[in-house]
């Protein structure tokens, strides 16, 4: 798997660079412990970014009740931001659950099949591209303000 575009937030690309890296790793390792890794990348990856995003650019969203004045985007974006996470964990999640068996040796190489691995691949590098690129201008931005 390439890089992921940068967005403008180092730790953001750098856990971009490592929920890469740990799906690569998965690629050649092919084990559950591989595959654990990939879901414990990038759930902590996703909980830092829902943190992020709310401090910084979705920080209002909360107060904002789209019955009080129809639709908000910022609400919207957040809402299915978030809810993307919350399914690529639940497949990874489903994933593990799917080839943890008692007895099984979570480094044993070649254990994970391609449709696995070509379906987290696909998650991640969809996910990155459709949701993540829309906040590489504006949290970079959002985050300098509060540092200044």
């Given at each position: ?63 904002m009740n789209s019955a ?55 998650d991640f590098e ?23």
């Amino acid at each position: 798997m390439e890089h992921v575009e940068s967005v403008g937030v180092d730790d953001m690309d750098d856990e971009h660079h490592e929920c890469v890296n740990a799906i690569n790793n998965l690629i050649l390792e092919r084990s559950l412990a591989a595959l654990q890794d990939v879901l414990g990348a990038v759930s902590d990856h996703f909980e830092h970014e829902e943190n992020l995003l709310s401090e910084h650019l979705y920080h209002d969203c909360d107060d904002m009740n789209s019955a009080e004045g129809g639709f908000n985007a910022f609400a919207s974006m957040k809402r299915s931001h978030f809810q993307d996470h919350k399914r690529i964990i639940a497949a990874l999640e489903a994933a593990v659950a799917s080839v943890s068996r008692p007895g099984v040796d979570v480094h044993e190489k070649g254990f994970i099949n391609n449709e696995i691995i070509t379906a987290i691949k696909k998650d991640f590098e969809e996910h990155t591209s459709r949701y993540d690129s829309t906040y590489a201008a504006s949290l970079p931005e959002a985050i300098s303000k509060v540092k200044a």
